[in-house]
């Protein structure tokens, strides 16, 4: 029996400033942290005890090169295919993931039988991005073994993809957050797939240096949601109010830029370092405003803020907000910035 595993990992992140204004064509700034989801795939053949994915209703022929975007009757079989499996009501929200993957795995590798372990030090659902980090390591895991990928195997560990294996990587995974999200911006399999420091409009992306340690505190209010229905919620209300939506997602637009700006300026002293940390904590008070002008904050969320504001410290929802987590601004507490985006590493037995 041949059997070849590969295992790819991509990380979650946090959005500094401009979610949900970012779908809408607003500038958004994103870094990666270092919490990771891991895809372990093993290829198997001549064995009988293995997984196999029967969707030979959908009819279609594997081809990596050009992500295809999962149709609506495609959608329907895999949901018809999912009903048979009776997911508990209290896991339904994984249902979307679990069509994400058997969209992923059947567009890029057809039927092949494998056997696929998924896990992560995300929380799932809570604003980290856990929905791109997933979708990015999988269609990594997915390519790394195809002939579009050229990874260099003989290496120990971690490898890194090439840029233009990267970008095929990235266009995949954005089909299959299209899956979960229903209207992605794309900024979180992006900053997931390239790493570090990103900000983002409209597909576009540019790669921010950072000339002033960024230090956040990360807090989960643990209140469930889900970023499907958020998103779609403020879409709602920009048909309901179009021009004054239109205002908060030109003054997110703003809020972003400068932000971006005052990271990417170095500081001369550290006169400029305070005067830096005070505008930042000013833009993300602003930009909370704004997501709490979309109706997608939350009673946890104001009740983090109150708590914050007690001692001086701005917060903002990351994410889609809803519950989920938040962000504190110039706390002495890091996070980990990674600069890692997807990794992969492979080896047959
Ligand atoms: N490790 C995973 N395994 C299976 N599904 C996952 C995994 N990570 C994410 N998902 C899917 O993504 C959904 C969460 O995505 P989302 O609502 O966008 O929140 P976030 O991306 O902030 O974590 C889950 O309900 C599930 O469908
Ligand atoms: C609300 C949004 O801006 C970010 C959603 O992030 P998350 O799934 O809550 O981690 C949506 C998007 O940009 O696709
Ligand atoms: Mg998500």
Redesign the pocket.
Known sequence: MVKIEVRARAP??I?LS??????HGST?VAAAINLYTSVNIAFTSGSDDMLKLELKDMELEPSPSTPLTCSTGSLKSIASLLEEKNIPEAKITLAAGVSTFLWLYTAIQGYKPATVAVTSELPL????????AYCVSLSGALLAFSEYCELDYSQQGWVSFKNSELDLVNKWAFEG?KI??G??????NTVSTYGNMIQFRSGELTRLKSNVPLKMLITNTKVG?N?KA??AG?SERKVRHPEAMASLFNAVDSISKELSDIIQTPASDEIAVTEKEEKLKELIEMNQGLLQCMG?SHASIETVLRTTLRYNLCSKL????GG?CLLRSWNPVAFNASSLGLVAMAWSI
């Open positions: 979650g992140k959005i401009g979610e949900h204004a970012v779908v958004a659902g809570a604003g980290l991005g856990s929905s791109a957050e979960i999200h209207r992605p911006s794309g900024i979180d949601r970023t958020l998103v403020v997608v990351t994410g889609a907000g989920g």
